[in-house]
């Protein structure tokens, strides 16, 4: 089975060259926090209501890139999503060369280094199974041209989709627009999705705010 954090990974692997989809830093760190505990919650491990993120069974998963934050929610004393959140986004960029690891070590995808000038290393994935990637965008279509009530896996990847910006780079702007008020729909569903919204915003909102001040 491919995770959240994996699934999010190949949908922002771009059709063409192997390079992924340029994403603010902050909402891809704080999407890839989001996908962890949408993973522990729909495990069973963990739930939330409006004010906190609470236990419900520490017994590991067996997900190498989920367990270490059910480890720290379990030693922990209770605090809110938004805490979890900026805590496992702290990690987010060692999960996401996890998550990149086991895709490459499933056969999802191949890895190549490439340098340019000799001196400038990059990494480019290509899809090995494009059916898993494909699979992923078939599911966030057939669910936003839909009025149907969605499955929650899927609810989750939309808000996740919809956190770091995918749509942009999925859909033309035309499609963008038609597609908003479902995309809003949607993402209401989950409580998990909705804190990782705010917390993006309210960065984006301190960031334009400290900028303002000092033009």
Known sequence: MVGLVEEITLLLLRDEGGSFVRVPTVSLRYSTAGAVLMELADANRIDTDLQHLFLVDATPTGD?????????????????????????????????????????????LTEQDERFLWVFKTRRYSATEGQVRQEAKLRLMAVLLSDD??????????????????????????????????????????????????????????????????L
């Open 64 to 108: 190498a890139l989920v367990d270490p934050t059910l480890a720290e929610i379990a030693a922990a004393e209770r605090q809110s999503t938004r805490y979890w959140i900026e805590r496992t986004a702290e990690r987010a960029d060692d999960i996401r060369k996890r998550a990149l690891a086991s895709l490459v070590a499933r056969g999802i």
């Open 149 to 214: 009530i969605p499955d929650p896996r899927d609810v989750m990847l939309i808000c996740l989709a919809d956190a770091c910006g995918i749509f942009r780079a999925l859909l033309s702007g035309r499609e963008l627009a038609e597609l908003t008020p479902r995309i809003e729909q949607v993402t209401r569903l989950d409580l998990i999705g909705q804190s990782v919204m705010r917390a993006i915003d309210d960065v984006r909102t301190a960031v334009a705010a400290a900028t303002a001040g000092h």
